[in-house]
């Protein structure tokens, strides 16, 4: 939410004059990064005045911000150093990786996405690009812009009905459920992970493949869930799996009605229905295949569907794209923060694709500004798993 009107609906609650930062000793590749800051313009000259009832601190003279404001009288010692709070902006920012600020609750039933498939515009630009960090909204044509404005004029109206459903709840337990034990079974067809376990024998994999597919896919498995009895190859005809598949699919949303739901709730409800259908549907495709593969006499087709289950896993997993699943490999140490590439320190453009999170020092943070490694600090070394497939997110 952006204010452009402070003096109408805002009261201040309080006015702290806080201590100002001390300089940081920049490099030389940040010498021009505050060209055309050294403005004469008065400070502040474009917002209104406030009214003259608050009672805020009269400003001193304005100044570039790459000019040190004078610590107040009597002080001693260091002041904090603008690396130290670009620093903190981070640390408060990773509090809320998983859960928004706290006070604020987002109103689902009136929740417009450009994710909605009625603005096809974007959804047919979307399906030429690999990464969802090159989403944009610049190809949407002149029709789906005036779709959306309509969209949000009738959120904003206040009159459309909503379902009581609490869509964030929901949200959070399917990722809850699932975000491990996926991370596990891709862990398990990775045979290499499982040195010195005693487990690196395929015939051992395949056991605790199939013995953790079945244990997801057990809520729905039925003493019906068999194939039939004169069936020699019960992955040529899964049709044995079908009502396990769908009660798995439709299991968080089979109760809520259409008419119950605001548009925006609809939309919520086909997502996680498309979500669950992709995650019960890769378990089945592995669990057809994981039935009787206990039994399988050769070594070679136990490799065969391990490899089969691992690219179906990958396949899966970088579909969803969790956020709860983009960390540093290795973890970071104690003196050390994980965060993502980020605007001022590198993105630029908004174009950058590599959005691999990093390990930046929280020690040298003033001469070590996010993305930029010290000479002498050598790198981190990569894992020898990539923890997404292809690479690291």
């Known amino acids: 939410m952006m204010l452009c009107n402070f003096t109408q609906g805002v009261n201040i609650v309080s006015s702290v004059a806080v201590l100002p930062t001390s ?20 400070a502040h000259a474009y917002l209104p005045s406030a009214p003259p009832s608050l009672s805020i601190p009269p400003e001193p003279p304005w100044r570039s911000p790459r000019t040190p404001s004078p610590p107040p009288e009597g002080w001693r010692g260091s002041l904090r150093t603008r ?30 996405s450009f994710y909605n498939p009625k603005y096809t515009s974007l959804l ?19 029709h789906d812009a005036h779709l959306f404005q309509e969209e ?47 487990a690196v024998n395929s015939s051992q994999t ?16 039925s003493r019906s869930s068999l194939p039939h009895p004169d069936d020699s190859s019960p992955a040529t005809n899964a049709s044995w799996l079908s009502p396990a598949i769908h009660l798995c699919k439709s299991t968080y949303t089979s109760q809520i009605t259409h008419d119950s739901c605001s548009p925006q709730e609809l939309v919520l409800k086909h997502s ?56 540093c490999e290795p973890s970071c140490s104690e003196s050390e923060l994980c965060t993502l590439p980020q605007w001022p320190w590198d993105i630029r453009t908004g174009e950058e694709e590599d959005m691999t ?37």
Not at 206 to 221: D, E, G, I, S
Not at 371 to 391: H, K, M, N, Q
């Open 206 to 221: 395949v056991r605790n493949v199939r013995q953790h597919v079945f244990t997801m896919l057990a809520p729905y498995l």
């Open 23 to 42: 300089p940081d000793q920049r490099s030389p590749e940040f010498e021009d990064e505050d060209e055309g800051l050294n403005s004469t313009a008065p």
């Open 272 to 327: 996680i229905e498309t979500t669950m259908g992709q995650i019960c549907r890769t378990l089945g495709l592995i669990w057809v295949r994981a039935y009787d593969a206990e039994s399988l006499p050769n070594e070679e087709g136990r490799w065969a569907l391990l490899e089969l289950w691992k690219a179906e896993i990958r396949r899966l997993r970088n579909w969803l794209g969790w956020a709860i699943w983009i960390k």
């Open 152 to 198: 949000l004029l009738d959120v904003l109206s206040g009159t459309r009905r909503r379902s009581g459903v609490d869509w964030g709840q929901l949200i959070a337990h399917i990722v809850e459920r699932h975000q491990q034990r996926l991370e596990f079974l891709e862990y398990l067809v990775n045979a290499e992970n499982l040195a010195g376990t005693g």
């Open 357 to 393: 999170p990093k390990c930046v020092s929280r020690l040298r943070w003033e001469t070590n500004f996010p993305g930029r490694r010290r000479p002498e600090e050598p790198e981190r070394p990569s894992t020898e798993r990539p923890l997404f497939g292809e690479g690291k997110r």
């Open 124 to 142: 047919t630009a979307r399906r030429s690009l690999a990464s969802r960090t090159q989403h944009r909204l610049r190809n949407i044509t002149a």
């Open 83 to 112: 690396g130290t709070l670009s620093l903190e902006s981070l640390v408060a920012g990773n509090w809320h990786n998983s859960v928004p600020v706290n006070g604020l609750r987002l109103d689902y039933a009136g929740l417009i």
